[in-house]
C-alpha cells in the first residue's frame, strides 16, 4: 500500500484532495505543473545553468511528499507504523533499497526514496505515539527546520551566522528569566541533547573548584564524588565516565516510593563519601524523571548544596517545560537556585529535535572553562563586537542551528500559548489516570495523581486476576508487556513504552507531550491493550 493512500472507503476524496493541491499550487505558479524525474539527475539542479525550473518542480515535489505525511499523521485512522524487522529492510522493499550505488540514481527515485523513509519509519506526530518524551510535529518548528537547512551555516561566529547567534543569545536571556535569575547572571548554549547538556553541567561544576584540571588533567585532582538520583537519567552517570571521574563515583541517593529524591538520604551520602576520603563537588537534582515524571524536591537540595559548598545542576530536560505553565511551574521552586540547569524545548514544548540548552548561572564560566582561542576562527582584531562570537563557548566547534525553530515558535504561540499546550498535555495524563483508577483490569504502578504526564500502570489479563500477590505473578506479569508491546508494533495502531524499575517487574509508561492527543486516543490505548493482551 503507497504510504500517501487511504482506506478504500476514501479514495475518491483523497484524489480530489490531490488535484485540489495542484491546482493551489499551479494557482501560485502558474508555471508549475507536475515533473517527470525519470531522466532527471541531481546535477540538472541548481546550481546547474538553466536549473531554475527543475529545480522548483523537485522542491515542489518533495514539499507534497512532506505535505501528505504531516496530513496522514494527524489522521487516527493511519498507522503509527508500519513496522518491518531490520533484515527486512536491509534486504530491500518494494523498489525501496537501503544500498549505497556506484552510479547517480534519478531523481524519480529519490523520490520514491524520500517516500519511502517516511512511510518505513515511525510517525511520532500522530496523535497515538506515547512511546517517547518527545512527539508531535508542529507546523511552524517544522518550517523553521527547513529555513535553518536551507541557511546551511555554522553558529561559531558571527560573521557567518550573525541573525541566529543574536536569536539565540534572546531565547537564552528569557529561558534564564523564566528560571528565575536576574538579568545580571546567566549565560548558556544550545547543545545536541539533554545528555550532552548534562555533560557540560559536570564539567562547568569540575571547571569551577579545580581549575587546574584544564591544563593538568584529573591526575591533579583529588577523588572526586557526585551525587543524583537513583531515578535521575543515566546521562549522569555516562558524563563521569567520559570525564574520567568514573561511574562507581557516581552515589545514586535513595528516592521515596514516588521517585523524589530524599534529601537526608542525599546528606547522609554526602557525608559517608567524604569518610571514604571522596570528595563531593555536584549535585544533580531532576525536575521530571524519564520513568516517573517525579520532581525532586529543589529547595531542600538547594540547602544541603549551601551547607556543603556544592554545585547543584537541575536536569530539567523533561520537566522545564512546566516552567511555561502558570499553573504547574510551582513544581519547580527552588530552581532558580541551581548552578546550571538543562532544559530540552524539544520535549514539553514540542520543538522538532533536537532543541536543548545548558544555562548557566555565573556569566563567563562556560567561555572560560571551555575556550581555546583557535586564531583561524576567533581573531580580536574584527570589525565588529567579538563578544558574539560565542563558538568558543562550545565543546564543539561546528554547532547546528538549534535555536530559530524554537525561536519562530515562540513568535507564533507566545509564552501563553506554550503554557496552555503544557496545560492540555497534562490534562491528558489526569484523564489517564482517572480512567486507570475506575478499571479493574488496569493496575496504577503508584497511587498518586501524575506530577508530570507520565502515567506508568500494568495491564492485568484475565489469566493473572485471580493469582495471589507474590514471585510467581509477578513472574508472569513481567511477561505481559513485552508481548502486547510485540503485537502493538505488528499491528501498527499506537505505540507506547515498558519497562522495569528497581523491583517493580515490566509496566507501562505513557507520556504526553503532543497537544494533537485527545481523551479518544486515550480511550483507544486502553481499549487497544486490553484487545492485544486478554488472552495472555
Given at each position: 500500500m503507497d504510504f500517501l493512500q487511504l482506506p478504500d472507503s476514501m479514495i475518491d476524496k483523497s484524489a480530489v484532495k490531490d488535484k485540489q493541491q495542484e491546482d493551489s499550487a499551479a494557482a501560485r505558479d502558474p508555471r508549475w505543473t507536475p515533473a517527470d524525474f525519470s531522466l532527471v539527475y541531481s546535477k540538472d539542479l541548481l546550481p546547474a545553468s538553466g536549473g531554475e525550473e527543475m529545480t522548483r518542480g523537485f522542491l515542489q515535489e518533495l514539499v507534497n511528499i512532506l505535505f501528505g505525511y504531516i496530513c496522514k499523521s494527524s489522521q487516527r485512522s493511519s498507522k503509527v507504523l508500519d513496522f518491518h524487522h531490520p533484515h527486512q529492510l536491509k534486504d530491500g522493499l518494494e523498489g525501496f533499497s537501503l544500498i549505497l550505488p556506484d552510479q547517480?540514481?534519478?531523481?524519480?527515485?529519490?523520490?520514491?526514496?524520500?517516500?519511502?523513509?517516511?512511510?518505513?519509519?515511525?510517525?511520532?506526530?500522530?496523535?497515538?505515539?506515547?512511546?517517547?518524551?518527545?512527539?508531535?510535529?508542529?507546523?511552524?518548528?517544522?518550517?523553521?527546520?527547513?529555513?535553518?537547512?536551507?541557511?546551511?551555516?555554522?553558529?561559531?561566529?558571527?560573521?557567518?551566522?550573525?541573525?541566529?547567534?543574536?536569536?539565540?543569545?534572546?531565547?537564552?536571556?528569557?529561558?534564564?528569566?523564566?528560571?528565575?535569575?536576574?538579568?545580571?547572571?546567566?549565560?548558556?548554549?544550545?547543545?545536541?541533547?539533554?545528555?550532552?547538556?548534562?555533560?557540560?553541567?559536570?564539567?562547568?561544576?569540575?571547571?569551577?573548584?579545580?581549575?587546574?584540571?584544564?591544563?593538568?588533567?584529573?591526575?591533579?585532582?583529588?577523588?572526586?564524588?557526585?551525587?543524583?538520583?537513583?531515578?535521575?537519567?543515566?546521562?549522569?552517570?555516562?558524563?563521569?565516565?567520559?570525564?574520567?571521574?568514573?561511574?562507581?563515583?557516581?552515589?545514586?541517593?535513595?528516592?521515596?516510593?514516588?521517585?523524589?529524591?530524599?534529601?537526608?538520604?542525599?546528606?547522609?551520602?554526602?557525608?559517608?563519601?567524604e569518610e571514604k576520603g571522596l570528595v563531593p563537588f555536584y549535585v544533580n537534582a531532576t525536575a521530571g524523571t524519564t520513568v516517573y515524571g517525579a520532581f525532586d524536591p529543589l529547595n531542600d537540595i538547594a540547602d544541603i548544596c549551601h551547607r556543603h559548598t556544592l554545585w547543584m545542576h537541575v536536569d530539567a530536560a523533561w520537566g522545564g517545560g512546566l516552567l511555561m505553565s502558570d499553573r504547574h511551574r510551582i513544581k519547580l521552586q527552588g530552581i532558580e537556585r541551581a548552578c546550571s540547569v538543562t532544559w530540552n524545548p524539544?520535549?514539553?514544548?514540542?520543538?522538532?529535535?533536537?532543541c536543548s540548552a545548558i544555562l548557566v548561572k555565573k556569566k563567563g564560566l562556560l567561555k572560560e572553562c571551555n575556550e581555546f582561542c583557535a586564531e583561524y576562527l576567533f581573531q580580536m582584531d574584527k570589525p565588529y563586537n567579538v563578544s558574539y562570537d560565542t563558538g568558543d563557548k562550545s565543546l564543539q566547534c561546528g554547532r547546528h542551528v538549534d535555536a530559530f525553530k524554537l525561536w519562530l515558535m515562540w513568535k507564533a504561540k507566545g509564552s501563553e500559548g506554550f503554557g496552555t499546550q503544557v496545560n492540555k498535555c497534562l490534562e491528558n495524563a489526569e484523564y489517564l489516570y482517572d480512567q486507570l483508577q475506575m478499571r479493574t483490569?488496569?493496575?496504577?504502578?503508584?497511587?498518586?495523581?501524575p506530577e508530570h504526564s507520565n502515567v506508568c500502570f500494568w495491564y492485568i489479563p484475565p489469566s493473572l486476576r485471580g493469582l495471589p500477590l507474590g514471585t510467581e505473578r509477578d513472574k508472569r506479569l513481567h511477561r505481559v508487556a513485552p508481548q502486547i508491546k510485540g503485537r502493538m508494533m505488528e499491528k501498527g495502531s499506537v505505540l507506547i513504552g515498558y519497562q522495569p524499575l528497581g523491583d517493580k517487574v515490566n509496566f507501562f509508561r505513557c507520556v504526553f507531550s503532543n497537544p494533537a492527543t485527545q481523551q479518544e486516543d486515550i480511550d483507544f490505548l486502553l481499549d487497544e491493550i486490553v484487545w492485544l493482551g486478554h488472552d495472555l
Open positions: 547517480p540514481e534519478t531523481l524519480e527515485q529519490i523520490l520514491v526514496d524520500c517516500r519511502d523513509t517516511l512511510k518505513y519509519g515511525v510517525s511520532t506526530g500522530h496523535p497515538r505515539f506515547f512511546n517517547q518524551l518527545s512527539s508531535g510535529l508542529d507546523v511552524i518548528g517544522v518550517a523553521g527546520e527547513w529555513l535553518t537547512s536551507t541557511a546551511n551555516t555554522n553558529m561559531f561566529t558571527y560573521e557567518v551566522s550573525p541573525v541566529f547567534l543574536l536569536m539565540e543569545e534572546i531565547l537564552l536571556r528569557k529561558m534564564q528569566s523564566i528560571v528565575g535569575w536576574s538579568d545580571d547572571d546567566g549565560d548558556g548554549i544550545f547543545c545536541p541533547g539533554g545528555t550532552i547538556s548534562n555533560l557540560y553541567s559536570i564539567v562547568l561544576a569540575r571547571y569551577h573548584f579545580y581549575p587546574e584540571v584544564k591544563t593538568r588533567g584529573m591526575g591533579a585532582l583529588p577523588q572526586l564524588a557526585l551525587f543524583t538520583s537513583e531515578h535521575s537519567h543515566y546521562s549522569v552517570k555516562k558524563s563521569a565516565a567520559v570525564l574520567g571521574i568514573g561511574s562507581e563515583n557516581v552515589v545514586m541517593v535513595k528516592c521515596d516510593e514516588r521517585g523524589k529524591m530524599i534529601p537526608a538520604e542525599l546528606e547522609s551520602s554526602i557525608v559517608t563519601a524539544h520535549k514539553m514544548m514540542g520543538v522538532p529535535l533536537q483490569d488496569f493496575e496504577l504502578v503508584f497511587k498518586d495523581k
